[in-house]
Structure formats: C-alpha cells, structure tokens
C-alpha cells in the first residue's frame, strides 16, 4: 500500500530539522520513503527512511514521524500540545538521555495540527512486552530505576513551576475539583450499578477532604517533573542486555507534581493485586535507592511511602477522566477495579480521616 509523505516530513523541511539540530552540515534529504505507519489511541505513529545527497556520515538514515488525530468533539482531552511542549522545553533542558531524541516539534494553535520528529529506536529499542502483559521483574527494575533517574533529574529544581510547567494556583486547584465532582456525578450514572455503593462513597469522601489532601502538594517540596501515563508501555527497553539505556516516551500528559504519581499509576492502577503485592514493596525500594544514587537528599522511605499512598488515592478518579475521553472500556474499567482494590489493599481510606 502507498503512503503520501506528509508535509511535515517533506525533504527540504527534514533537511531544516536535522541542521538545526546538528547531524546534518553540508549534505541534504532528498527522498523520504514511509517505511510502515499505525495509529494509537490519540496519534498517529510513521517510520521515515531517508536518503540523502552529500556528506551526511552522522544524519539519521530513518526517522519517527508522529502526528495527532482529529480530536473528538466531545473530548476534553487537546492531544499534543504538552507533548511537543515537552520535547521543546524540558527534554533540552536534561542532563541525560532518558527519553528519544528530538529533531522537530510543532503545534498549530488555531488549527490544532502538530507533529514530532523522533529518533527511530526501533533496531536499538523495544517494548518490554504486548499490552496488557506484564514485564519480568527485572525489567520492572529497569523501568523503575529510569523513572527514578529521569525524577532526580528534575527533583526539586528551581525552574519547576516558572521555566518548566507552572504550579497550579488556589483558584485553577478549586476550578479542578468542581469539574471532578461534576465528572464523578456523570460517570456514576454511566456505570450505574456497577459502582458499588461504598466506591460511590469514597469518590464524595475523597472530593471532601481533596482541599486538605492537595495541600502536599502545595509545598512545592520534594517535586519534580511526572510524566501522567506512566504505564510500562510507555518505555523502551534495550535490545542488548548488558545496556541501561531505557527511554520514556509519549509525553502528552506530563505536569510537575510528585513523582509518586507515575509509581502509582504503573503499578497500582496496572497491576493485579497478587503481582501487585508481591513487588510493589520491593520496587518502591529500587526506586528510591536509584534517587538516592542520583542526588536526591532530605526524602526518606517513609516520605516516599506516604506519597505512594496519597498517589495511589487519587489514582481513582483516572478512570473516571479517561471513560469522560472515550479511552476504550476495556482500558477505564480494568483500571477501575485495580485502583480501587489497590486503595483497600493499602489502607489509602485512612488517609480521609480528618
């Protein structure tokens, strides 16, 4: 099947890209060729091989090209905007290589158009394995010490909230928990009786205590930078097995905020109970030696132990967003009864308590 290039990866605009970038001086792309295309849930994902004229020993012979989809009319959801934001603003601002290499981002404000133009990790790289199977334990490690890696990069740096994402003030905070106590009335009466009066429950007791709850967050201590969907599909594991060299993508839903979160959200909200119980202890130990390692000071187990917990809490009202942005049943639900065992299984109610 023939695949139109489109625009944004036109020879001339990948030439601009890459020379702003650096890997290309004197040479220049003369045809592009779509290797193979696919689309996700939110974008569409297209592998690029080049050719080039001239001396282009360091060009990238094959690129990513990824682009949004027609944002659905009853979706509250803007895709691409925070991702090419990240690729733009934090990503150049890393001390390390933790997610892929960026040669161009763009988002068209009035049109709503972007795209991204990644380095292709494909022959290097790959996911740990097929949604919705697991990892092994030992790629859990790997993933988790990445997080904690690209977390320590990022733990408390001066810029968080000003240069790079903003701290969200009292009244935007307030704005928040109405739209969720309007969200969580509209997905009660989707789900029928299918929530349990005491889950019914505990969403009113959580938007109850939320101004209490959020004011952890309103340290601005102990922060950093969470990607927001965090699951291990997000990760690119390398082929060779004597390598570190783990790279986190889709960037979408990235925010300052506590790095418990993305924890959370890869194990409490993914994981069965069983796998759950059996190496969520031992990972948030990983985890927090690997910040450790990396310069982080003055943050405890115990402190991180309390941020998991709070974490996993809110990690209920995630379904509720993603059944309000059409993401399929078979993802929201799932991830419903996990969070919401997760919460039982960690005592997490306690925290309501006044």
């Known amino acids: 099947m023939e695949h139109s290039v489109p625009e944004a990866a036109q020879a001339k605009n990948l030439t601009d890209a890459l020379r702003r970038s650096g890997v290309l001086r004197e040479g220049r792309v003369t045809n592009v060729a779509v290797e193979s295309s696919r689309t996700t849930i939110l974008s569409k994902i297209t592998r690029l091989r080049l050719t080039y004229e001239g001396a282009a020993s360091n060009a990238p012979a094959s690129l990513i090209l990824k682009t949004g989809l027609f944002n659905k009319p009853d979706s509250e959801w803007s895709a691409g905007r925070q991702e090419v934001a990240f690729y733009t603003r934090v990503a150049p601002a890393m001390p390390s290589l933790l997610v892929p290499r960026c ?26 394995t097929t949604w919705p199977l697991p990892p092994t334990a030992e790629q859990c490690r790997m993933i988790v010490r990445a997080w904690a890696r690209f977390h320590a990069a ?41 929530l349990p009066p005491e889950r019914r429950a505990l969403y009113d007791q959580l938007l109850a205590a939320a101004p209490r709850l959020i004011a952890r967050y309103e340290t601005h201590r102990n922060m950093t930078v969470v990607h927001g969907d965090a699951h291990v599909w997000n990760c690119f594991l390398p082929k060779d097995e004597g390598s570190h060299d783990v790279r986190i993508f889709d960037w979408d839903g990235w925010r300052v905020d506590t790095g418990s979160d993305d924890l959370a959200y890869m194990m409490a909200m993914h994981w069965y109970p069983d796998r759950r119980r059996r190496m969520e202890q031992a990972l948030l130990d990983c985890y927090h030696a690997e910040l450790e390692a990396h310069g982080v000071r003055d943050y405890d187990r ?19 967003w993603q059944a309000r942005n059409n993401i399929p049943t078979v993802i929201w639900w799932n991830n419903f009864e996990r969070a919401h065992l997760a919460v039982e299984d960690l005592g997490c109610r306690d925290l309501l308590a006044p």
């Open 154 to 194: 990022w733990w408390d740096d001066p810029r968080l909230g000003t240069e790079i994402g903003s701290w969200s003030s009292t009244d935007a905070i307030n704005r928040y928990l109405q739209r969720l106590a309007e969200q969580v009335e509209r997905f009660a009466e989707h789900v029928g009786d299918r």
């Open 103 to 128: 040669f161009d981002a763009a988002w068209n404000e009035d049109t709503r158009e972007w795209h991204l133009i990644l380095e292709d990790l494909t022959d290097s790289h790959a996911v740990a």
């Open 302 to 320: 115990h402190s991180l132990a309390d941020d998991y917990r709070l974490s996993v809490l809110w990690q209920i009202t995630t379904p509720v």
